[in-house]
Structures are given as structure tokens and as C-alpha cells.
């Protein structure tokens, strides 16, 4: 059976926060998720501690944090300190950066350095001593190695998940852009000699459950919008051979990305996404009814 988890906005009220994840755990959801991107929205990790205390069996985690705006050694510590309020159910979601880099206009962290840093923060997480910038560090107080999963769309990165990750982060629900990513995650984790078995699969994508089914693509059309940012990046570094149709076709007629409105419902950065790719990208409709990519 599939886990469930939701997605945290870090713009909304403490007190419709704590609700939400009150009634997720509740309802048998088994992780709870906070954006990281500190000039846009409220900063992950007061949230994710109200979210720890106010819960007893959900995983919680960054969705997703990245190396470069926080360093690697207080991310772990940020981290290690959760894993003790919690009783161990935090995970570290991470990638090379996307918002919170892009809105200072600044750019995403290398695959090498993205890397570094998921090996530094899961040494540290548990308590082993390391050489951080040519300096022996180790925190003492932390014993348990947080589960890393690493957010990717390109051929590399998803090989990089593969070689370190616990977990990888799609941000799609269709079937056949999942199924070909696997395929670089599945290579990585033969070459570095791991059970590609045991590498979880999340598939980060919004659901709009409605019987108006207009009005449900209306609500989640940011999604696909988000995702373009990472899929013009892609264009940018690969050969067009070396990328599906399915996923590159949609951003040719993208105009541009306002990050001041990111993830934002209505926002004019969604109007270049069609039905098909909402119906792709996202899960709407009402039970069998749903997208049937997604069903």
C-alpha cells in the first residue's frame, strides 16, 4: 500500500497549520511536508517543530530544503534537534534549489554540491565526527541518520538519488514521466552497489478533489508552472534527444516566471499550461473520475 502525505505552504495561519496536520495524522496520512523558501514564505523550521509537538507517529521533513541558503552543518543540526523533539520521525527532503535561490536572483547549487551536502548533514545527523572546510566537527548529541530523499528531474540528478538517497521527489503524478525517471535512479543505485528495492518513490503532486472538474485544473495550473522552472533548466544543460517530449513540449510557449508569485493559485504565471498537462502533472476530479494519468 502507498503512503500519503501533505504538503505544507508555509503561508497560512498557526492556527489552520496545526489543524491540517492534526486532522492528516488522523486520517492516516504518514508524512507531513513544509516548503523551504524563506524570502517567499515563513521560514520550514519553527513550523515543522509546532508540527512534531502537536503530532505522534507522522514523519515530518523539508520539501525541500537545498545546500546552499542554509549551510549543510545547521541544516543538521536543525535536523537532529527536530529527530529528538519528535522522537526520530524527521526526514531531510532536498534539491539544488529552485525559489529560494531564483527570487534572490541567485542559482541553484551544483550536483556536486548537492551531493557534499547530503552526505555531510546524514554523517552528522548521526553523530559521526567529520572534516567540514579542512575541520574536525561532530555533534555529540545527535545519534539518529535522517532519511534523505533528493528531489530530481534530469538524468544526473536522478542517478545521483539513486547512489545516496533514501528517497527520490517527482513532481509529477503521471505514470510514464515517473517510470522514466526510475530508470536513471535504478542505474545509480546498481552502479554505487544498492538495492534499487529499497529507494522510495514520492510522487510531490497537488490533488484537487471536485465534481467541476474546470474548476479543479484551475485550482493546481501552478503546479505544471512550478515544474517548468526545473524542465527550462533541463533544456538548458541537455540535448533534446536526451529528454522526453512528453516532458519539455509544454514550455514552448512560456513567456516567463514571476517568483514573487510562486505557487500561487490564479497566479499569470500558470496561463501557458494546457488541460492535458494539468491532467498529467496533477490528480483531480472525483474518484474514478480523477485524471486518468494519475488513476
Not at 535536523?79 to 529528538?84: C, K, S
Request: include cysteine.
Amino acid at each position: 500500500m502507498p503512503d500519503f502525505g501533505i504538503t505544507i505552504k508555509p503561508d497560512m495561519s498557526m492556527e489552520r497549520l496545526l489543524s491540517l496536520t492534526r486532522r492528516a495524522e488522523a486520517a492516516g496520512f504518514n508524512y507531513g511536508w513544509s516548503f523551504d523558501s524563506h524570502v517567499l514564505w515563513q521560514d520550514p523550521y519553527p513550523l515543522l517543530t509546532l508540527m512534531a509537538i502537536n503530532t505522534k507517529r507522522m514523519r515530518l521533513g523539508t520539501l525541500v530544503t537545498n545546500p546552499i541558503v542554509r549551510d549543510p552543518s545547521v541544516t543538521a543540526s536543525l535536523l537532529a534537534t527536530l529527530n529528538l523533539i519528535s522522537n526520530g520521525r524527521m526526514d531531510l527532503g532536498i534539491g539544488r534549489g529552485d525559489s529560494s535561490r531564483r527570487v534572490m536572483g541567485k542559482k541553484p547549487a551544483t550536483m556536486e554540491r548537492l551531493e557534499e551536502a547530503v552526505r555531510e548533514i546524514q554523517a552528522l545527523t548521526r553523530g559521526d565526527k567529520l572534516i567540514y572546510d579542512g575541520t574536525a566537527i561532530q555533534m555529540t548529541w545527535a545519534k539518529t541518520q535522517v532519511p534523505a530523499w533528493v528531489a530530481a528531474y534530469g538524468p544526473r540528478v536522478l542517478g545521483l538519488a539513486g547512489k545516496i538517497a533514501d528517497g527520490v521527489i517527482l513532481q509529477f503524478a503521471d505514470p510514464a514521466m515517473i517510470k522514466w525517471c526510475m530508470s536513471f535512479v535504478q542505474k545509480g543505485a546498481e552502479e554505487a552497489g544498492r538495492d534499487f528495492r529499497k529507494i522510495k518513490i514520492m510522487s510531490a503532486a497537488p490533488v484537487w478533489v471536485s465534481e467541476d472538474l474546470d474548476s479543479a485544473r484551475e485550482r493546481v495550473r501552478w503546479f505544471p508552472a512550478l515544474v517548468s522552472n526545473h524542465v527550462v533548466d533541463l533544456v538548458s544543460r541537455y540535448k533534446p534527444e536526451e529528454l522526453p517530449e512528453t516532458l519539455t513540449a509544454y514550455i514552448r510557449d512560456r513567456k516567463g516566471y514571476d517568483y514573487h508569485h510562486h505557487a500561487e493559485v490564479g497566479s499569470d504565471n500558470a496561463e501557458f499550461v494546457p488541460d492535458h498537462i494539468v491532467d498529467r502533472y496533477c490528480i483531480v476530479g472525483v474518484g474514478e473520475g480523477a485524471s486518468a494519468q494519475a488513476a
